[in-house]
């Protein structure tokens, strides 16, 4: 196939292109796809893996946890034993640092935000108090993130990321000089949507801030922290935690995981890691909040997975599922659009998408027509704060929901509509 980068066709040879795409398009619309990959969701073949956690306890089961709690009643506000254990040792931290919440770690996450708004972290002014408050936001980055700060009136500051995690000299600057900047969220490892991880280097500059605000907090969301694609070629993410205790700042990150999309997205377990001080100013409220979240769950995760190399273990699993679809989009970009000049994007080695730059202005136009033919993707802008993307140019690919062949035909279908758009884009300069 000869190649020819799209910028240097001719106006004449453009409008060729363009008919012909055209064409295509019409047939692809005519299909009548139905397909939906706007969000990161296991596919019912990933859930059914975790089937056998619906079996571990009956009526007949011992129902006590390793402490000889009975399971059943109240109490055990911060997580039982085992729990902890299992939730610490998938986090890369200790016991001692972890409280386990109920299934959703997003519910944490606001929880955070809420609490340091209404009453303060560890004494300090409340935020609804301040004048102004900021977070730094790692761009592209996860939209429910900025849908949190947003709602408390948090302002968001862009920055950008790199393949080595977000741009440090900038976040350097900001929170040693801006009191008002208040936290920064963080993917660390298989970041949504680049699947970029944080190098070492990364990880200890963030360890070794030195903010302005004696309440800023690193919002560490290790959500796909056990989510390898690869046996043999694996990110590793460093502990952020005992990285932070080392550099003298042990308060000043709260980490979150779950096990959403390790087990069932809507019955997994979910918990909170961060300094003996946190744990303590955080306790004074979860126990007004509630009297301890639902420890058959826990549970059940613990005696089905048993410990960390059975947690791992099942990841490989997912992995065979997930991994031939990353491998499906990615061949179909490579064969489609490599050397027209249209656009780029990251190959991930874990987590759960793909990230897509097409040509500055694009981005919402392509997820348009990919709507139009009945392929619906991650809406354009969703990955920046306030859903807006400045160049107009960002799109996730979440290739984890749809059938094998299914996402064949939607990578198809994405990379006609990317051809078509930035065919019309160019056509407008010429
Ligand atoms: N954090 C990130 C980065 C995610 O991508 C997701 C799911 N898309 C979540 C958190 C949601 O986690 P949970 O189900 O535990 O609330």
New binding site residues.
């Given amino acids: 196939r000869k190649i020819m980068q799209y910028n240097d066709m001719s106006k004449e040879e453009l409008l060729v292109l363009k008919e012909s795409l055209n064409k295509e398009y019409a047939e692809a619309k005519a299909k009548g796809l139905a397909l939906d990959m706007s969000?990161?969701?296991p596919s019912a073949k990933q859930l059914d893996v975790s089937l056998g956690l619906l079996d571990t306890i009956n009526s007949s089961s011992d129902l006590k946890s390793l402490d000889g709690t009975d399971c059943r009643n109240y109490g055990v506000l911060d997580g039982i034993p085992e729990a902890k254990k299992l939730m610490a040792d998938m986090m890369g931290t200790t016991p001692d640092h972890v409280i386990v919440y109920g299934?959703?770690?997003?519910?944490?996450?606001y929880d955070q935000i809420s609490r340091a708004y209404t009453h303060g972290i560890l004494g300090n002014t409340p935020w609804c108090k301040l004048d102004k408050v900021k977070f730094l936001c790692p761009v592209p980055?996860?939209d429910?993130?900025f849908a949190i700060t947003e709602r408390f009136g948090i302002e968001m500051i862009n920055i950008p990321m790199s393949e080595s995690g977000p741009d440090m000299g900038m976040v350097e600057e900001y929170v040693s000089k801006d009191a008002s900047v208040k936290g920064i969220w963080c993917?660390p490892k298989y970041?949504?949507p680049q699947g970029y991880t944080y190098s070492e280097e990364t990880v200890k500059r963030m360890a070794a801030l030195k903010p302005a605000a004696e309440d800023f907090r690193i919002f560490w969301?290790n959500?796909?922290v056990i989510h390898d694609l690869y046996d043999d070629n694996k990110d590793e993410i460093a502990d952020i935690i005992s990285e932070c205790e080392k550099a003298g700042n042990p308060d000043m990150v709260f980490e979150?995981?779950?096990?959403?999309?390790v087990s069932f997205?809507g019955s997994?377990i979910?918990a909170l890691a961060t300094s003996a001080n946190n744990i303590a100013d955080i306790k004074k409220q979860l126990t007004i909040q509630t009297i301890g979240h639902d420890k058959l769950n826990q549970l059940r995760h613990v005696r089905f997975f048993k410990d960390i190399n059975g947690l791992k273990e099942h990841m490989r699993k997912h992995a065979e599922f997930i991994r031939p679809k990353f491998e499906a989009v990615e061949s179909v970009l490579e064969e489609e659009l490599s050397g027209l000049g249209i656009g780029s994007w990251t190959e991930p080695k874990g987590?759960?998408?793909i990230s897509f730059d097409a040509m500055d202005g694009c981005a919402k136009a392509i997820v348009a027509k990919c709507k139009e033919a009945g392929v619906k993707l991650t809406g354009a802008g969703a990955t920046f704060p306030y859903g807006k993307d400045p160049k107009d140019s960002n799109i996730r690919i979440a290739p984890s929901f749809p059938t094998p062949e299914e996402m064949k035909q939607a990578a198809d279908l994405f990379v006609l509509c990317v051809k078509l758009v930035s065919v019309e884009k160019l056509l407008e300069n010429k």
Avoid: E, W
């Fill in positions: 969000r990161g969701k299934n959703a770690s997003l519910n944490i996450m980055g996860y429910r993130h993917v970041s949504n969301d959500a796909y979150f995981a779950s096990t959403s999309k997205p997994g979910a987590g759960y998408f």
